[in-house]
């Protein structure tokens, strides 16, 4: 009669069952990694994008309480802790100010 016997339970992986593990990470790492764009241009592209709505809204608040438009130079909007509690914001693009036209829509951050 043939006996066959059982190999013994054996603790941790093999070198293949490794491998194969460290080659699955890294084909998600090397997908993953490149989407995140972390502190790139696109990130204060963004920012930007963010400050001139939240100067457009505030712009119209002010008109709303005001009954007109700040100054396009924002200097009195941006000096009311109500609609700017930290201040008026810079351009994180090139750290220049914001200004407003006519229709109190932000010109000249068009990045």
């Not at 890294?26 to 709505?53: F, M, T, Y």
């Not at 200004?99 to 010109?107: D, E, L």
Request: charged content about 20%; some cysteine.
């Amino acid at each position: 009669m043939l006996v066959i016997s059982r190999p013994e339970h054996r603790a941790g992986l093999s070198l293949l069952e490794l491998l194969s593990a460290v080659v699955i990470l890294g084909v998600l790492a090397s997908v993953i990694v490149p989407r995140l764009r972390i502190g790139g241009q696109d990130c204060k592209r963004e920012s930007c994008k963010v400050n001139r709505h939240t100067i457009e809204i505030q712009s119209q608040l002010w008109k709303r309480q005001h009954g007109s438009l700040p100054a396009s130079g924002l200097s009195d909007i941006g000096a009311s802790k109500s609609h700017f509690p930290d201040g008026l914001p810079a351009c994180p693009v090139d750290a220049s100010a914001y200004q407003i036209n006519a229709q109190g829509k932000v010109v000249g951050h068009s990045h």
